[in-house]
């Protein structure tokens, strides 16, 4: 079973957590078993980026994005090359470190 690091977040998850995850399960479905409420804001339709995590261990062993996971990505607040729709991303069996950005785009629109 992989195990998944989710690091520090202030309001997910302050002090963050590390979990045996699921293999062949989205990224998202796996931390939103384990209380890491991670946004999710279009259901998981690959319509939204508010899913949106940096994955910085272990991406590679990620089932790989396709062209609108990407497309979207790019609207992403943060974006980084390292990051991923969790709704999206299909979870193998290695250890994966995830960041949970500190704004999604419907956040910082609010702030702004
Ligand atoms: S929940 Fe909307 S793209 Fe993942």
């Not at 994955?55 to 994005?65: A, D, H, I, N, W």
Request: glycine share 6%; net charge negative.
């Amino acid at each position: 079973m992989p195990e998944i690091v989710v690091l520090p977040h202030p309001e997910i998850c302050p002090d963050g957590l590390a979990f045996e995850g699921e293999k062949g399960k989205s990224l998202l479905d796996n931390l939103l078993e384990h209380g890491i409420e991670v946004e999710h804001a279009c259901e998981k339709s690959c319509a939204c980026t508010t899913c949106h995590v940096i994955v910085r261990e272990g991406g590679p062993t990620l089932s790989p994005s396709t062209e609108d996971e990407d497309d979207l990505l790019d609207r992403a607040w943060g974006l980084t090359p390292q990051s991923r729709l969790s709704c999206q991303a299909i979870v193998d069996d290695d250890r994966l470190v995830v960041e949970i950005p500190r704004y999604t785009i419907n956040y910082a629109k609010e702030r702004k």
